[in-house]
T-cell receptor, first 115, second 113 residues
Framework: DTEVTQTPKHLVMGMTNKKSLKCEQHMGHRAMYWYKQKAKKPPELMFVYSYEKLSINESVPSRFSPECPNSSLLNLHLHALQPEDSALYLC??????????????FGPGTRLTVL | EDKVVQSPLSLVVHEGDTVTLNCSYEVTNFRSLLWYKQEKKAPTFLFMLTSSGIEKKSGRLSSILDKKELFSILNITATQTGDSAVYLCAVYYSGGSNYKLTFGKGTLLTVNP
């Protein structure tokens, strides 16, 4: 299985809602990532988990809360988002964070719209 | 300040043309450079380059890295309409105790029939 899956594919939420994005991989990768991508822009790194521990938080607002329940799963909990948070949210995984071989496999993304 | 700069930002060619996409970078503690192709959804991996002068090849695509001059090129020969996409270059490097993957802005390639 060489795939990263993400659910849901699309999400529309109001500014007072609480929702979660989910990401799963079964490649035995120990590093997982959340990226945010706005239209016509490159992906921007949000969080990195390495061996189920948060190792990088790129100054992301607290309305985004990541969680890594186990080595295969990565969640992103959303609360009190703003319309400018509307974007494509990409999950990725790699063998590890610091190794030489660090190709990142991306999931298909969740298209988030905040009304 | 952009650490990864791609050029051109957009390019329009006809089927059968050969294109060269450029990526220059300026980071400390370089680990690797990656090329991705992004169509409508998530980026898909093309190449990872860690050593200078060794060409990586996959079908009509090839890429090479120059660590002395800090750049990489991605070549696509005999382009097809299916090659139309944004091509992203990303550099993996360490800064202190952290490792980062920083993307360039991408090159939008349009291949017309």
């Amino acid at each position: 299985d060489t795939e990263v899956t993400q659910t849901p594919k699309h999400l529309v939420m109001g500014m007072t809602n609480k929702k979660s994005l989910k990401c799963e991989q079964h490649m035995g990768h120990r590093a997982m990532y959340w990226y945010k991508q706005k239209a016509k822009k490159p992906p921007e790194l949000m969080f990195v988990y390495s061996y189920e521990k948060l190792s990088i938080n790129e100054s992301v607002p607290s309305r985004f809360s990541p969680e890594c329940p186990n080595s295969s799963l990565l969640n992103l909990h959303l609360h009190a988002l703003q319309p400018e948070d509307s974007a494509l949210y990409l999950c990725a995984s790699s063998q590890d964070r610091a190794g030489t071989y660090n190709e990142q496999f991306f999931g298909p993304g969740t298209r988030l719209t905040v009304l | 300040e952009d650490k990864v700069v791609q050029s051109p930002l957009s390019l329009v060619v006809h089927e059968g043309d050969t294109v060269t996409l450029n990526c220059s970078y300026e980071v400390t503690n370089f680990r690797s450079l990656l090329w991705y192709k992004q169509e409508k959804k998530a980026p898909t991996f093309l190449f990872m380059l860690t050593s200078s002068g060794i060409e990586k090849k996959s079908g009509r695509l090839s890429s090479i890295l120059d660590k002395k001059e800090l750049f990489s090129i991605l070549n696509i020969t005999a382009t097809q309409t299916g090659d139309s996409a944004v091509y992203l270059c990303a550099v993996y490097y360490s800064g202190g105790s952290n490792y980062k993957l920083t993307f360039g802005k991408g090159t939008l390639l349009t291949v017309n029939p």
